[in-house]
Every structure is written in C-alpha cells, then in structure tokens.
C-alpha cells in the first residue's frame, strides 16, 4: 500500500488532528515511519514524527533529520525556521504520538486477514515468536518485531502490515489505564490471546482487578479469546466488555471443568528433558506431543499456540509436529569480545527482514572498530520472491555502510549477482564456512542467521576464549536506569553520569556508548587514562577526570578532557601551564570545593587566592562548580548535609559573583537526587550507583531494572560423608552425608573471602546455596544436598535480579559499590539488548 505526504496530511485532518500544513512536495512517498533522529536509515521516504515526553522533545531533532536528508515531518509545534527550509513536508498535529497512532490504525483498517493480539503479565513475546515458528510454513505472516508493545512500538508494528500478508501477531502492553483503548483501535485483534495473570507491571494500577480490565480492553471488538480458565476474573470481566466474543478456555485442573464443560481439560507429565502434554478435550483429542521444555511458563505458553493452531483449522498432526520442535526464543541481542581485537554481535536465532534491519542499527552504534562485517543466512521466514527480498538486503548493506559481507545458504548464493558492488563472499553451507577458515581481525560482527544453520558453530568459532564465569550486562537496562532518574528532573537539569572504575564493573567503552546514544549530558571518569580510552572509542560527549596530576595535563588537551581543580598547589600548577599551552579557546576546568568531606576540594580559607586566580584569567573557563556530599544516604546525617549545602551556596556566590557568564552547580550524587534535588534545584546532578540499578534510599528501585548478573557453573558435584571436610583449613563442616557442587568463581574473581563458611549464599534451581568452606582464588563449595535436580554444568547466579548485588553486600559488610568494582578483569563481560 502506497502514501503520500499529502494522504497523511489528508487522514489526520479527517480525524481532526491536523492544524496547519505546508507541503512542498505533497506527492512524495512515505514508506517508513520514525522518531529518532539516531536511526535514520532511508530518508527519502521517511516520515519523521516529533514526540513529545517527560524527558524529551522530538523537535529538538527536527534540524538534525533534515540534515540527514528526511523531508517529511509531523510537528506539534510550529517554527519559522523549519517552515522556511527548502523541499520540507510539515503537517502540524495537536499531539504527534496521537497522529502516529491513528495513521497506523488506518493502515490497520485497510487489510481484512486474521489478526492475533496478546497480552497478559509475561510471555507475551515467547507465545507470539512461537506461533511464528508454528505457523510460518502456511502463512506469509507479520509479527510485532522484538517486543514492540508499547504506545510507539504498537504502531510501528503494525505499519508492517502489507498486501501479501495472510496473518498478523501482534503484542501489547500497557503500565497505567486507558492506554489499552489505543492500542485496541490500533491492532483491532480479531483473536486474542490473554497469556497470564501475574505482578509484572502492576505498579500503574490500583489493583488487580483493574490491571485485567485494562488489558482486556484489547479484545473490545475480538471473535475469540484463549485463556486460562484458572483466572477466573478473567470470565466475570470479559461479558461486560465484549459480550459477543467467544472464547476457547483450558486448564490443567480436571476439577474446573465440572462447571465448564467446554473448556479443553490437558495433562502435563513432566520428565527430565521434556513434557508429555495431551488433551481430554474431545474438540482437540489427537493433540498429543512432547514439549522440549519442562517450565511452568513454556507449558502455559505453548497451551496457548496449540489452541490458536487449533482455532485457524490445522490438523492435530500438524500441531502435535510443530510443538514437539519448538526452539527457545533468544529475547536479546548479545555482545561479547572476539578474536583478534574483533566485537562479535550474536543475533544467531532467527533471520528476517525487520529483525536484520533492527540489528543493522545496533551494529552501526557500535564504534569501537571501523570495519563492520555482516555474517547472514538465507532467510527462510519470507515468502517474498527472492530477487526482490535479497535485492532489499542489499539495499540494507549499503544504507549501513557494511564493509564485508559473508552470505551463506543456498538462496543466498544463487542470488550473490545482486551483491556485487559489495566485499561479499559466499557459501552453500555452514561447514563450507567453517572450512574456509577466513581471517577476522578488528571488526564489528553481526552474526544473523535462521536456527537451521546453526550459527552457534561460528560463534564459538569467533568468541574471544576466556574464563566461563560471565558478568552479562543489559544496555537496555542501562538506557532504562538512566531515563528513569531524567524523569525525576525538571527538564532542563544536566546529568553527568559517572563511568569511572570501569563503569563500576560493567565496562566503561559499552556503557559510555550506550549514554551517549541516550542523550546523557556529561560524563565523569577518575583517572586520564579512563577518558583518553573512551575517546579513542569514539566517545564525544564531555568527559571530567575527577583526579588529574599535573603530568597529564597535556594529555588532558589532546584528547579533549576537562580536569577538576581541586587544591591550591593544583590550581597553580594548571595556570602555569595554561599560560604555555592554550591556545585561542579558553580551557575548561571545574572546580571542587571542600564543604565537610575533607578528601579533595578548596576550603573556605583557600576562596581569596582563587578569586584572584579567577579575576586575572585569560586562558580557563569554569565550566562548573562542584562539592561532595558525605552522607545523603543517611538521614541521621541530614543535618550535616544541609549544612554542607549551606556552605556550598555561600561559597559558590562569592566566586560566581567575579565571573563574567553563568556556572552550573552539582552536589547530589544518586542518592541525593532523591533526597535533596527538589529543595535545591542545582543545574548538574551526578548519576552513579541508580544508572547501574541500585537506589540505596530504596525510594525507585521498583522503578529500575537489575543490569548485572554475574553467572557461573557447577564444575563438578561430590557426595560427601560427614567424617569429611570441605575445602582449606578444613573449614568446610558437615554432619550429614551431603552433595558438595563447587563452582567456577573463586577470590581471583573478586568474590570475597568474606562470604566463605555459610554467610554468602549462590542462586542455584531458584534456590539458596550456601557456600561451605573458605572461598578459594579460582573455585568456591556450595552445600545443595537440598536442590536434588541441579547437576554438573547447570548455571549459577551469583548476583542478579533473583539475588541483587545489596543482598551480597549485606552480607559482605560492605557497599554495593566494592561488590561491582572487585568483579576481575578475567571475568568475561557479555553485553546484550532485550
């Protein structure tokens, strides 16, 4: 289906949306829909929308898009200078995510074919890429990409929805009321799919039962809805939103279907590698297969795609083969280090359009090579004719500027003629890949390739090989963290997010890039060396060095770096350089000041000599002004800390008072941004701790996601009788015949030695275990005479979201902070996007 700008501009005045319009070019096509100026990949039929949020404003990025070459705009706020560029499109809307959402839905109203809506608390996106996996064979058929649920990814979803399509799946979620009712005009499912109740997301809501009006809210105008009979609030609900919708229940309870005689009653057997599931339902008796998966929610969730294959009429030999060969759904993108300086991107689970271009952006924000490879299979899930599909892939290399790429299969290669102004080669299969032993060294490499090719083979072929223990590390979380702490700011606060010390563990070069592709302000390091490494990574933001010798100085101005002055003999020593080495710019310094802390910083009695340094300077600019606060996580401390402020304040105004322009003040670090932010509305705040998921002050952690999880693995599992002991010194005591797992992390790891003979504990089969014995410098002891199902090899958490890092901590005696900075550099960090 073909629009034009002026079709838009057309439908959003049909829906009274449209204000004001100036089309210079009203017949130019629109095909792609965006809102981040970041991801612009075909800009000549791009229609860039100007969101509007609690953090950010799409028309700041308005300028920005039409440099990159777009020229089709929908605004909410009018400007001369946008109206004056030349070529432009504008259509100016009361509310320009409203105006997404109803251009999409009219494309929605354009196509009468099956539509599956989902929701429910989790599983939304397994059951949705599971019924892809069971369906694709008979259906061309169009699915949310990722878990593109929300008010911005709904639309975009759907947007997908082309002629050819003979099925759509599409998810949705909602986090407060009345957002439902968009989505539900935008998807208009004709069969619904509620896959759970649970307490995922509930904090929008009042309470249970209005968090399940709103979600139902989706199936207003659905034919049919699958759910599980057990949340019974789901039946006294439903009638009394869509009356006329018909319903396919199940249970695994016999019990509840004495009062519901057409609900499809299943058995679950479970065994050690898979479930025997089957149906007592004489409507779906037949359906009998072996899931290769013995969770409670993969037994739900697949339930659930047996009675939608059942709905559209396949056969229960067709179902019972498609479910028994179910593949686990990667639900993130990983990053990880490769051989020879090489960055390997493992998206090696599924290859299709969408999903290519979505990790084609991901591989582009990526820096720190030049060089960017592309490693792709076939794609099998498209019923395109292949000259058309692989002549897009192509299009999708040179709008990505790929410098090498590797086709493998088949298709793939009687099609390599479309390839040819590309550094391509090609293979027939796998093995053939893996035969030709190709040379890899200082790229970016995006691994794309459906499950039938095995890709996991080149991955262990490329990945980096090092110690097993990982510390995995969620971006997304990050991205999350960092929004959530901007949403409790007024708007126009700076944040400067600390990355020292390896950004706390995590890595400072991913998280630095990560930042920087969320608009973070500032960012702070420790030492030059930290700073000069993010910048040859690529990183432009503007960087502090909170502890810069007088030694580095030079460096400083090489590589762009801004040091804190902090002492008197500091201060003199940067003004005899300075007068030697700036040159026509002024050099930006900030100062410290030492209100209580007593660590680093000019005290009161050090304000005459630097307001003389300050009145005669020619050759620095104070960027900011900046104290330490010694306890804003301790209200038995408030009082200290208000004093501190205090002389912060008066300080600040006898320097600014000799400074000819303004200077941003900072004091809170995370904990006081929620403490103290609102009664001193300082310019800069300084982002730790809360960017990583920790609130210490316990005021937002419901709010933030967990964005480590350092695993390990069982090495090996003994009996032991209680005459024996367990590790050096014999600490290790038992008084029963017990099963002993030691695990691959140890002291040498950064785990402490603290934590030995029971007071730290590891997640293993989501239970405790305690550690028994002295933790040793490569291996720890864990007592799991009570976990009878774990064995050698199975994973073990030994912080994350099952066991948070503060847990550890506590038990340590110390602060998070040690917990995350000890974790050793032989600690292989794997970085991935949800």
Known sequence: ???????????????????????????????????????????????????????????????????????????????????????????????????????????????????IGITGSNGKTVVKEWLFQTLRKNYYLVRSPQSYNSQIG????????????????????????????????????????????????????????????????LFTHCQWLIYRLDYGIINELLPQIN????????????????????????????????????SQHPQTQGIAFDLPFTDEAAIENAIHCCLVMHLLGEKPQQINHELKHLQPIAMRLEQKAAINQCLLINDAYNADLNSLHIALDFLSQQSQNTNRTLILSDILESRKNDSLLYQQVAEQIHQHHITRFIGIGERIFAHQHLFADINAQFFHTTADFMAANLHFSQENILLKGARYFAFEQIAALLEQKIHTTTLEINLDAIAHNFKVYRQHLPPDTQIMVMVKAFAYGSGAIEIAKILQFNKADYLAVAYPDEGITLRKAGITLPIMVMNPAPTSFASL???????????????????????????????????????????????????????????????????????????????????????????????YSQITEILPYPVARHAFNTAGILRFGQSYPYEWV??????????????????????????????????????????????????????????????????????SNGIGKMYVHEQLAPIIGNVCMDMTMLNISHIPDAKEGDEVIVFGEQLPVQQLAKWQNTIPYEILTNISGRVRRVYFRE
């Open 557 to 651: 101005q090489k590589y762009r770096l801004e040091p804190e002055i902090y002492s008197l003999s500091h201060l003199r020593a940067w003004n005899s350089w300075a007068k030697q080495n700036a040159k026509r710019s002024l050099l930006p310094i900030h100062l410290k000041l030492d209100t209580g802390m007593h660590r680093l910083g000019m005290e009161a009695q050090d304000l005459p000599e630097l307001l003389a340094f300050l009145h005669e300077q020619k050759h620095s600019k104070v960027i900011s002004i900046f104290t330490h606060l010694a306890a804003t996580d301790a209200p038995e401390h408030d009082q200290f800390t208000q004093q501190q402020l205090h002389r912060f304040e008066r300080m």
């Open 686 to 755: 300084r982002l730790g701790l809360g960017c990583y998921g920790i609130d210490v002050t316990n005021t937002l952690q419901h709010e933030l996601m967990t964005v480590g999880t350092l695993k390990t693995y069982i090495a090996q599992i003994k009996t032991v009788s209680p005459d024996e002991t367990i590790g050096y010194n014999r600490k290790g005591q038992i008084d029963s015949v017990s099963r002993i797992a030691t695990v691959n992390i140890g002291y040498g790891d950064g785990l402490s030695r603290q934590l």
């Open 154 to 217: 709904v639309p975009l979803s759907v947007w997908q929805m082309h002629h050819e399509h003979q099925l759509a799946i599409f998810e949705a979620g909602i986090s407060q009321p009345q957002e439902m009712a968009r989505l539900s005009a935008i998807i208009r499912p004709t069969i619904g799919i509620f896959t759970n109740i649970g307490e995922a997301h509930s904090e929008g809501f009042v309470d249970r039962r209005q968090k399940v009006w709103e979600k139902l809210q």
């Open 1 to 115: 289906m073909t629009y034009t700008i002026e079709n838009i501009g057309t439908l959003l005045q049909n829906v009274n949306n449209c204000v004001q319009q100036q089309l210079a070019l009203p017949q130019q096509t629109v095909q792609h829909l965006l809102f981040d100026s970041r991801k612009i990949i075909f800009p000549q039929t791009a229609l860039f929308f100007a969101l509007v949020g609690h953090t950010h404003d799409g028309h700041h990025f308005v300028m920005e898009a039409y440099q990159t070459g777009v020229r089709n705009f929908v605004l909410s706020q009018t400007s001369a200078t946008y109206f004056a560029l030349p070529d432009i499109n504008i259509v100016v809307v009361k509310n320009t995510l409203l105006a997404l959402q109803q251009i999409a839905a009219h494309h929605r109203q354009q196509f009468d074919i099956p539509v």
């Open 243 to 278: 009356p006329k919708c018909q319903t396919l229940t199940w249970t695994l309870q016999a019990e509840l279907t004495e009062n519901s005689p057409d609900t499809h009653l299943f058995v679950a057997q479970k065994h050690t590698n898979y479930t025997r599931i089957y």
